[in-house]
């Protein structure tokens, strides 16, 4: 299973930023998709996680700002990001959980290699 996520960069204080990811390969299930960032020098710390279940948790630093967006279907998982500040400047990881091959298969946890997110004016 791959993860490939997009668009991070650079944005002014304030501004917008949607990330995306896609997830691919042997999929029958997935548990749960979602983002995690780590900064310099901190933690890996929660974003936004969607569970196949239509529930969504968020941060405590979000307030608001964020949206978690997912396609089942097409495996995708979208971060919509607004009211950007310079703290929210980290790479931006995207993670799966509870991913089955098959019905019967084991459930297991996948990373993204992570995009950066730099918010500076």
């Known amino acids: 299973v791959q993860l490939v996520e997009s668009g991070g960069g650079l944005v002014q204080p304030g501004g917008s930023l949607r990330l995306s990811c896609a997830a691919s390969?042997?999929?029958?299930?997935?548990?749960?998709m979602g983002w995690f960032r780590q900064a310099p020098g901190k933690e890996r710390e929660l974003v936004a996680m969607?569970?196949?279940?239509?529930?969504?948790d968020y941060g405590d630093f979000v307030k608001g700002r964020f949206t978690i967006f997912r396609d089942h279907a097409k495996n995708l998982v979208y971060l919509q990001m607004n009211s950007l500040k310079p703290e929210d400047t980290a790479v931006y990881y995207c993670h799966t959980r509870g991913v089955r091959g098959s019905r019967w298969s084991n459930n297991m946890d996948y990373w993204g290699k992570g995009t950066l997110v730099t918010v500076s004016s």
């Open positions: 969607a569970t196949s279940g239509g529930t969504s």
């Open positions: 390969g042997n999929i029958f299930s997935i548990s749960a």
